[in-house]
């Protein structure tokens, strides 16, 4: 019996020796990953998909060496709930990035934002830590800026950017501006050590952002590390920006001027992984976090070409998202793929590129794209778009059905606030929130992308369409467990008054007296 | 005296003797010209183009071999005036191709027109006999279909195809179906023997040109003649049509089948110059003839794009227009032009590819294209929006000035007949017809493709602009003579009644007693 234990402890050694020498030397180096995600930038911003003037010639070229996909969405049509969804795999009525204070309200993370993100929720970097990935966040974070919600605190391992968006300068009185930080600490704040010139509209971020995400590069390359880069940059969110060589060259004034730099920047990364010989080892995904601001254009804001309206509403064009995807060696040059696909797939995509499985004990909203992108599969699956926890819109394969349809209040639009200018679609970009939940709006987005014809409630096609619909829906609805809201609490005493690493600054401002209250989501 | 007179008659006939060997050897052959020109095909409906189905990969494909101009325009936002205007490289206005009934009206041919084409002007193949090219229109011809408007009376040497659009079918009482020609005669009527289904959309007519094409070409090189072909299809306008083979395979619906019908032809008719081993000899250019029917969308009607309403308006949607120039060995591969270009540069340009200038005795408005195509040259050149003889807008550089504004009437627009569904732009999209001829609207186009954003009145920019724009204007005023308008008397007893070749077939229809009467042009 002893020499048999014995035998059989041997045994076990050794298959646990051959599992860790396999695993180490036998099995490929899981690739690399590199999402490159633009802030309100358009689905028709790219040369690839429209934009008359072309000027995105890495961009196009990306596409035509990878996979296009001209039906991909973001999970939301604000940034916030969008990157939450993105780093999560899960839509934000689940990962809780929205808010319950009234119906169908966006919301997301500026200065006084209480919550962020949950730690119960299990994010990319987090999980590819199990494969031995090195990850790091260049730019906008926007899951919360509070101490507990720190990008270092949820998997990555470094960090350069901001936790809010760029906007200001503000006095550092009522608003302190917002910190830029590296890694733990902040290293110095927007419009003081990391100008703007909003005359001008000149400044160097992008420069920055993009060198940090070379020299990372460099350093994983050189460790021999697969690494997990995450490159959130925020030049073509208003107020938009470029560096000096960029600005005034743009056929399209100040936002075309971060679009060329944002354009010239990927071409570099590209190159990188190219001149270091670790292109094929490299999966890199470009997309935006929702659609063009056009209440900000023309000249801060981009285009979402033929697509209705834009960012804060769920049309086509607050939603709807250039992307592309590279992968030399793997995804074959030049394809077009009319698959469905949303920001969340890149969570799940990316887990299976590191060999992992997304979490089981939730649901997980993300679709693992390698067999699309790989062989050219196609999997129907819905998108689902919120504002808050109220489901606005579904689309099943070209169908899209709008069971609540709202722009903004008639109080917004009439200060000239308009979501949608220059269009105007009865009884569809209304100003008033319309419930269709009976009777969905149908569209069919191949005839009809700019949602300016719905189907006849009394036609065929209507009748079969709702059918599918009202089942997606429910099953939807059956297995919703929504996540406890993070966006309704706001407080000026939270806000970026004394990050860490402020007092090796001497820029520590002092917080007023905390006074919670409900934030106020206009729209 | 004599001796010295031979001995100069002698010499004289050696010099003729070897300016014809020249001409005949030494001079190299000029290329073929192959102008494919679509029928309110819009500037959205190329995939290169940023429609998102992404359905065109021949004429994708044949831009990424050539030059794709994203800023080409037609020189009328209707068929006739437009096709009037490519074939004699002048504008509407100065080849008559418009209507003084009323006020900034769009008029064409139908059947019931009196005018067409007047003896006076020199249509392109007239032209390109001088360089010995043989010439065939395939498809529309649209400049008039009485007797001394026959195509075969204008410089082509063979003709397939229709004189008037394909509306019908028609009770042959009323109206007669509208004729199909072969050269001189007529070999049939549409809906009789060339049928055109409209409750299924079927037609075999896309596969008819097509042959025609490609039997022109193949007779053509072997005689080793210089070739024009003017292809000139009407498949994408409505009623739109498909063969079998494409019907119910777009994403788009049946527009998209004639989308995607086309675009294959192109294909075959490329090919065919590449397998002929002519493809370096022959110069082809893709364009259409007006924007894309949006009153016809979306089951009849194309995209525009990002651009602003469609055909009938001066609006970009109306006029500026997929365009493509192939000509591989000559045109580097895979440019994108800024040249602001107009259907009448074709004119110009083919002159110039047969060795030939443009007629010396009039204004001619297109221009020479090649130091474009061939060196990327780009020439300051305005383009001019006409209705009728009314000066809507006129574009310099990247600014456009509406000096009228107007889409068509408030009671035309509660009729349901929308040429900008779902778009509207407050004091620019107007049905009423504004006046803005002192205080133009002006757009900069490549920060706001969709004219929704005026640029205001007392910047510095707006009057830098007004001030080139007034002085444009006033040139283009000055040398401006309108010619004799063709499209101003309607006839019944013009109609295509009794075409030649009629008794041939037992087809000849009695025409009524001729009462001529202006023209209604309601928008």
Redesign the interface.
Do not use: C, T
């Given at each position: 019996m002893a020499a048999v234990a014995a035998a059989t402890r041997g045994w076990r050694l050794l298959v646990l020796l051959c599992t860790a020498v396999l695993a180490t030397a036998g099995a490929p180096q899981p690739p690399n990953i590199v999402l490159l995600l633009m802030d309100d930038m358009g689905w028709?911003d790219l040369?690839v998909?429209?934009?008359?003037?072309?000027e995105t010639p890495n961009l196009d070229q990306m596409a035509s060496e990878g996979m296009?996909f001209?039906?991909f969405y973001s999970a939301n049509p604000l940034c916030s709930p969008s990157r939450a969804a993105l780093l999560t795999g899960r839509l934000p009525i689940r990962n809780g990035f929205y808010t319950t204070n009234a119906h169908a309200r966006n919301a997301y993370t500026p200065q006084e934002i209480v919550g962020g993100i949950p730690d119960s929720e299990h994010l990319l970097p987090e999980l590819l830590q199990k494969a031995g990935y090195t990850s790091k966040i260049v730019g906008k974070w926007h899951l919360g800026h509070r101490p507990q919600f720190h990008p270092l605190k949820h998997g990555f391992d470094e960090w350069f950017g901001s936790p809010n968006c760029h906007f200001g300068p503000y006095d550092n009185r009522a608003k302190p501006n917002i910190p830029v930080y590296r890694d733990w600490e902040m290293v110095g704040r927007f419009y003081e050590e990391f100008p703007i010139n909003l005359k001008t509209g000149e400044a160097n971020l992008t420069q920055i952002y993009l060198q940090e995400a070379l020299d990372f590069i460099k350093r994983q390359q050189m460790k021999q590390h697969p690494f997990f880069l995450y490159w959130a940059i925020d030049a073509t969110h208003a107020p938009v920006y470029a560096s000096r060589p960029f600005l005034g060259t743009?056929?399209?004034?100040r936002?075309?001027d971060a679009v060329r730099e944002v354009d010239d920047s990927v071409g570099k990364i590209l190159s990188l992984l190219r001149n270091l010989g670790i292109a094929e080892n490299s999966f890199v995904f470009f997309t935006s976090d929702n659609g063009a601001a056009l209440v900000s254009?023309?000249?801060q804001g981009g285009?979402n070409?033929?697509f209705?309206c834009g960012k804060q509403t769920t049309f086509e064009g607050g939603m709807r998202e250039p992307a592309i995807a590279w992968w030399p060696g793997h995804i074959a040059a030049g394809q077009?793929s009319?698959q469905l696909g949303s920001i969340m797939d890149l969570f799940t995509t990316s887990l299976s590129l590191a060999g992992l499985k997304p979490p089981s004990d939730r649901v997980i909203d993300g679709l693992d794209l390698l067999p699309t992108l790989l062989q050219g599969q196609l999997t129907d699956r819905p998108i689902f778009y919120y504002r808050g926890n109220t489901l606005m819109a579904v689309t099943l394969g070209?169908y899209k059905a709008h069971f609540w349809t709202w722009t903004n209040s008639w109080r917004e639009f009439k200060q000239g606030i308009d979501f949608c200018?220059?269009?105007?679609?009865s009884g569809v970009t209304t100003h008033t929130q319309e419930e269709h939940t009976e009777l969905p709006l149908i569209f069919?987005?191949?005839?009809?992308?700019?949602?300016?014809?719905p189907i006849s409630f009394v036609s065929a096609e209507y009748q079969d369409v709702l059918s599918r619909t009202t089942w997606i829906v429910q099953q939807h609805r059956k297995a919703l467990v929504p996540g406890q809201p993070q966006l309704n609490v706001c407080n000026q005493a939270v806000m970026n008054w004394a990050p860490p690493g402020c007092e090796k600054l001497g820029k520590c401002l002092t917080p007023p007296e905390s006074t919670p209250t409900k934030c106020l989501w206009p729209h």
């Open positions: 028709g040369g998909y429209g934009e008359p003037s072309k296009l001209p039906s743009s056929q399209r004034g936002y075309g254009a023309p000249k285009s070409g033929p209705l077009v009319h070209q200018p220059g269009q105007n679609v069919h987005l191949g005839r009809d992308p700019g949602e300016r014809f």
